[in-house]
């Protein structure tokens, strides 16, 4: 479980990570967990990760996915983080082959225009939902590190603003790391940075706590309106404002 993992993080950095291991992480309970309640709630594992060097993490944004990637940190050579929540996935069918993803290589899964949705692991389907209904890009993510720098950089040239979206609190975590890599590449953007607040998970429905946190469907396009709300016109002209 990603819980599980805190307590090991002396062992994931000393033993693992600063010897380049070939070890692979199968993160459990990650992000929103819901009736597991507070101590189970995999909120924090995205930022204690991503800051450890020689890692690799990963998120799944369906099971197809998650079999992939699973699969792509067995192979790699070095240490290796795979992070899925608590539950059923989307319902994507899932093959029988081993294949595997090149490392640090995006998705892009709708072709939209103004602004781009940066989507992590399960945060993917909701973004896709709105993506496709504002007429935005969405772009499943799939590795938190490394980040695919040529694909963010495209898009940046492409597009007046980004959203991240992930089930990882927003302190530290995988929007932080977007914010970076552009920040080093002096690329001034608008960006949108939605995830978990900063606060324990109270016990309730896996569901309600997306809804809670606004990074369901219905949040995550009421957030990008709210930054945008000239995205209602097609034609309108965007600001870093509007």
């Known amino acids: 479980y990603s819980t599980f993992l805190q307590r090991a993080y002396d062992q994931l950095v000393h ?12 993160i459990d309970r990650a992000g929103v967990v819901g009736p597991d309640g507070a101590t189970h709630a995999g909120n924090l594992d995205l930022s204690y990760l991503r800051c ?29 983080a795979v992070r899925y929540p608590r539950g059923t996935g989307p319902g994507a069918a ?10 640090g290589k995006a998705q892009l899964r709708v072709q939209g225009s103004r602004i781009a949705i940066l989507a992590f692991g399960a945060a993917v389907p909701a973004a896709e939902h709105v993506g496709r ?20 950089l495209e898009l940046a040239r492409t597009h007046d603003g980004f959203v991240t979206v992930e089930d990882n609190v927003v302190a530290g975590g995988a ?21 978990l607040p900063d606060s324990y998970q109270h016990h309730a429905s896996r569901e309600d706590l997306l809804a ?25 002209p965007l600001s870093a404002a509007s």
């Open 15 to 26: 033993d693992v990570a600063t010897q380049d291991l070939d070890v692979l992480f199968a």
């Open 52 to 80: 450890v060097p020689n890692m690799v993490v990963m998120a799944p944004g369906d099971e197809a996915e998650c079999r992939q990637m699973l699969s792509t940190g067995l192979q790699y050579k070095g240490p290796a």
């Open 94 to 103: 899932v093959g029988t082959d081993l294949s595997t993803l090149e490392i």
């Open 212 to 236: 809670e946190a606004g990074i369901d469907a219905a949040g995550i396009r009421a957030a990008i309106l709210k930054r945008w709300p000239r995205l209602q016109d097609s034609t309108a």
């Open 175 to 195: 929007g932080s790391g977007v914010s970076e890599l552009l920040n080093a590449e002096a690329v001034l953007m608008p960006m949108l940075h939605l995830g």
């Open 133 to 152: 209904e504002l007429g935005l890009s969405v772009v499943n993510m799939r590795f938190i590190k490394p980040l695919d720098k040529a694909m963010l």
